[in-house]
């Protein structure tokens, strides 16, 4: 018969165990999707489709205006839902007193992250482009994205300002700061390291929406580039559906699709590793 502490190891190594081949599967499933969509998309790639307007009803050039359009509607996002996050998450942290209408709010923002993102996509519809009259344009599929990825701001930024100890806002305080000096010169510096992971995640999540931006921002080809923020652009993760399920010449362009993909991949990716970055240097500097 096996004791109870050999019963219990015997668990741990069979749960470690799994644990470690589902990651590996993961890893590998992963693997194969990005070098599937690297083997398929690799003959697209040059300088050229990078920098050059499409051209020939989309079967030829490049997806300049695209990756431009994707650009604006990220940093249009990150205007709106930055700072409105963070300070609602410090508000829900540090000054909110009453715990039902905190536990009220922590529940709402639970169920937006939850929503599906064609549903933001024709609530932005509804509100920016007809109700405020913005129309199919940059500031209203801006102003979709960043309600969309409010939840993510304001839930990873509360995590990242309970980590920092309580001891540090009673020391600032007994020095004399007040209260409003202590979260913006001692707590927010300190959780500066997560926040900066819930904002990436929500830039690389603008940057792949489709289902919002299609309703509110987005066209399928636009001739000249945009040149207020009431244009429509033109941008990667609708470029790719539209070219592979409404295109006219959809078998032709089907290495323009997984080209523009892979952009899109290295785009998100270089926005992580860009938050990677500032996150190691952030906590090397809060730890020297």
């Known amino acids: 018969m096996l004791s109870q502490q050999a019963k219990s190891d015997a668990i741990e190594k069979a749960a470690f165990s799994l644990i470690r081949i589902m990651s590996y599967l993961i890893l590998a499933f992963l693997i194969f999707i990005i070098g599937y969509i690297i083997a398929k998309g690799y003959s697209a790639l040059s300088w050229e489709f990078i920098s050059e307007m499409p051209k020939d009803e989309m079967t030829r050039g490049g997806i300049f205006p695209a990756i431009l359009g ?35 709010i922590r529940v709402g923002v639970s169920n937006l992250a939850g929503v599906p993102s064609v549903v933001f ?20 599929g801006s102003l979709t994205l ?13 995590e990242a300002l309970m980590t920092v100890p309580r001891t540090y806002r009673e020391a600032s305080l007994s020095l004399g700061a007040t209260r409003l000096q202590t979260i913006f010169r001692i707590v927010v510096p300190n959780a500066l390291p997560g926040i900066l992971t819930g904002v990436m995640l929500s830039l690389g999540r603008a940057a792949g929406e489709t289902a919002p931006i299609m309703f509110t921002a ?20 609708y470029h790719i559906y539209v070219m592979a399920t409404a295109g006219t010449h959809i078998l032709e362009t089907r290495h323009l699709q997984y080209g523009t993909a892979i952009i899109l991949i290295l785009l998100v990716l270089a926005l992580n ?4 970055f500032l996150r190691y240097r952030f906590r090397k500097q809060l730890k020297g």
């Open 146 to 158: 960043g309600v969309l990825n409010l939840p993510v701001i304001i839930r990873s930024t509360e």
């Open 218 to 237: 987005a066209s399928y080809y636009a001739p000249e580039l945009p040149n207020s923020i009431f244009s429509e652009v033109m941008a990667l993760p």
């Open 121 to 140: 996509g024709l609530f932005g519809l509804s509100l920016f482009v007809v109700f405020l009259d913005f129309g199919t344009s940059i500031l209203a």
């Open 273 to 276: 590793s860009i938050g990677l």
């Open 70 to 104: 994707t650009f604006y509607l990220m940093i249009g996002s990150a205007l709106v839902s930055i700072p409105i996050g963070i300070i609602t998450a410090v508000y829900l942290t540090e000054y909110a007193g009453m715990p039902l209408l905190v536990k009220i």
